[in-house]
């Protein structure tokens, strides 16, 4: 998150809308691809455009940002590399708008886009999905394996079940036609093909480590979920 005397304002769809038009458009005239995730049904107004690309030795990308976008700084995390744009690129009423480009592997670009679409669908899948020990997150969906090794010693491995989002859906028994038709714009619809999972239990959303407690206080989108399943973020307790 931006911040240290940057301001940014969160802005309309409209706003939004225009403001990825014109990264889009720029971003091709310099023959960068670049994609974008499913918005979340029904939101109202936006904090920031994720922008993701993919990785590759030949793109300096950060380079980019800086010889193209002039930021005044680029607060990195991860993947993921924040900013402001002061140039022309957007108008001077847009500049004031906080964009997030994020680097993905050639490899992982679909489950990626499958599990940063709609907002916090992928974390409240990946919940699901933790319940029962499977991991899900933007490697796709995968297990970890732990085993001793010839030398006796303990080891770890991720083995990966699948990357693909209609063999994900399957897997959690969900129609991937109704993530790809945006649960027709309502977020509440959205919901319920959550719940309409069999691996869904509401224990996973109850009992919580800390690092998922504290994520869920910060996320919206989670906290309407929670309050959709009726598990008021109040009632949610340690988990282990």
């Not at 050639?106 to 886009?113: N, V």
Request: hydrophobic share 35%; net charge negative; proline share 4%.
């Amino acid at each position: 998150m931006l911040n240290e005397g940057i301001q940014v304002t969160r802005k309309s769809p409209d706003e939004y809308k225009a403001i990825k038009q014109l990264i889009t458009e720029y971003m091709s005239s310099h023959e960068h691809t670049i994609y974008f995730a499913m918005e979340t049904p029904g939101k109202t107004d936006y904090g920031d455009l994720d922008v993701i690309y993919v990785t590759s030795p030949a793109i300096d990308m950060r380079k980019f940002i800086e010889d193209n976008f002039k930021p005044a700084k680029i607060v990195s995390n991860g993947q993921c590399m924040s900013f402001t744009v002061t140039t022309d690129v957007l108008p001077a009423e847009l500049r004031d708008f906080q964009i997030d480009f994020i680097g993905i592997r050639s490899d992982e670009l679909e489950s990626e886009l499958f599990y940063r679409s709609y907002g916090d669908l992928g974390n409240i899948l990946g919940r699901v999905t933790s319940y029962y020990g499977v991991k899900f997150g933007g490697q796709g969906l995968w297990v970890n394996y732990e085993y001793v090794t010839s030398m006796g010693k303990q080891a770890q491995c991720n083995i990966t079940l699948t990357k693909n989002p209609g063999d994900i859906c399957q897997f959690l028994g969900l129609e991937y036609s109704a993530w790809l038709d945006g649960f027709d714009g309502s977020e509440q619809r959205m919901f319920v093909w959550v719940k309409s999972s069999p691996w869904f239990a509401l224990d996973a959303f109850r009992l919580l480590n800390t690092e998922y407690r504290h994520r869920t206080k910060k996320r919206p989108g989670y906290i309407r979920f929670m309050e959709f399943i009726h598990v008021p973020v109040s009632d949610v307790t340690q988990a282990g």
